[in-house]
């Protein structure tokens, strides 16, 4: 065999391959949560082990922003998000945001700095950041869920407009 021949079977696979794999439909990304998950440690306790709302009392809806002081577009995103409540204050929706910061004290600095309710804001402690990282699927980037009264996503990331479909 003679190097040409080697090089043109090699180009002729390069092609070949190239040519199916533009042709295969895109896979969504198995990053995070979709659509009919449900959310774990959301179903009855909130972060930090106290009880949740009794179903009677506690609203159909919860707005979950998972955010960092690290992470720009979640930080603005929290700072939105809280407005957005302060402003409407859905009676059918609650919001919370949990916080991934590793250091408290940079946690503590970010929601004084941008003026965000300290009541709707929590903080995953550094020994379950990971556990939460991997299970509430924010390995790749952080993302906010809106789940029903069973702790079941019913939209990720959702806008303010989309919020208007469950008010």
């Known amino acids: 065999m003679t190097l040409k021949g080697i090089l043109f079977g090699a180009l002729a696979f390069a092609v070949l391959l190239g ?3 533009a042709s295969l439909p895109h896979q969504p990304s198995s990053e995070g949560l979709l659509v009919g998950d449900v ?3 959301m179903k009855s306790m909130d972060v930090g082990g106290r009880e949740a709302d ?3 009392t506690s609203p159909r809806y919860r707005l979950i922003h998972f955010w960092a002081a690290y992470d720009a577009t979640s930080r603005a995103a929290n700072a939105m998000w809280d407005h957005f409540f302060a402003e409407q204050a859905p009676q059918s929706i609650c919001f919370q945001a ?3 910061d590793p250091d408290e004290a940079v946690w503590s600095r970010t ?3 941008d003026q965000v309710d300290q009541e709707s804001q929590r903080r995953v402690a550094p020994e379950e950041r990971r556990q939460y990282m991997t299970h509430a699927g924010l390995t790749g980037s952080l993302h906010t869920y809106l ?4 702790g079941v996503v019913v939209a990720v990331d959702p806008t303010p407009k989309d919020l208007a479909n469950y008010l």
């Open 19 to 21: 040519a199916t794999s």
């Open 39 to 41: 959310l774990p440690k």
């Open 54 to 56: 009794s179903a009677e």
């Open 98 to 100: 949990i916080s991934l």
């Open 111 to 113: 929601i004084a700095l």
């Open 147 to 150: 789940v029903d009264d069973r």
